[in-house]
């Protein structure tokens, strides 16, 4: 069965320190890869999606950066980080057109 | 460009009744998928039921149902004997069948009452 792992779970970090936020998919292979972000009580907004190693869409420009240097792995950084950073980091992936997305747990991440 | 609205930010219904949750969504597309996710207060979102545009019967899973009017671009969410794990915000998502990219609505917040 396919699984998506997504950390860390909680992380509190001061304005400028950089940011990195890891997720992996098991049991599939060539997922869409996809990086949400849910602000307290409102929607999500697609931060950025893959559809293959090396290939990253970004939907909103930021100081944040998105990489896939595997398959089934997908990271989000950030050099330095600011305050409106602060948010719910969703992680998701689904296996093509019309596919269902299966979500992480979720980051929390509190810039202070 | 596609958008999906939901209009009610917050909705409440007592235990064992009915509750119906709206999505409307404006697109061009001919063919496409929407789906409902449920995002409990734990927080993991999972999928509660998904619909392909091109099928005119509506999606059913247990005690959750679909109402699809593609002409009028609606595609709302019911409810049915309402339990209190059915506690969550609830989110309206569109997919075109031509790309990658969901649209998901603001979101619904759902309180079941005991």
């Known amino acids: 069965s396919q699984t998506i792992h997504q950390w860390p779970a909680t992380l509190v970090q001061p304005v400028g320190s950089p940011l990195s936020l890891e997720c992996t998919v098991e049991?599939?292979?060539?997922?869409?890869l996809y990086w949400y972000r849910q602000a307290a009580g409102r929607g999500l907004q697609l931060l950025f999606y893959?559809?293959?190693?090396?290939?990253i869409s970004s939907e909103v420009p930021q100081n944040l950066s998105a990489s896939r240097p595997q398959d089934r792995q997908f990271i989000l950084s950030s050099k330095k980080l600011l305050l409106s950073d602060s948010g719910f980091y969703l992680c998701?992936?689904?296996?093509?057109?019309?596919?269902?997305?299966?979500f992480g747990e979720g980051s929390r991440l509190t810039v202070l | 460009a596609q958008t999906v609205t939901q209009s009610q930010p917050e909705m409440s219904v007592q235990e064992a009744e009915t509750v119906t949750l709206s999505c409307t969504y404006d697109t061009s597309e001919n063919n496409y998928y929407l789906f409902w996710y449920k995002q409990p207060p734990s927080r993991q979102m999972i999928l509660v039921i998904r619909?392909?545009?091109?099928?005119?019967q509506n999606a059913t899973e247990n005690r959750f149902s679909v109402n699809f009017q593609k002409a009028a671009k609606s595609f709302s969410l019911k409810i049915s004997d309402s339990q209190l794990g059915d506690t969550a915000m609830y989110f309206c998502?569109?997919?075109?069948?031509?790309?990658?990219?969901?649209?998901f609505g603001t979101g619904t917040s759902l309180t079941v009452i005991p």
């Open positions: 893959s559809v293959g190693i090396g290939q």
């Open positions: 998502a569109f997919l075109p069948n031509t790309g990658n990219q969901f649209y």
């Open positions: 619909q392909e545009a091109y099928k005119q």
């Open positions: 049991g599939t292979s060539n997922p869409n």
């Open positions: 998701a992936w689904n296996t093509g057109v019309g596919g269902e997305l299966f």
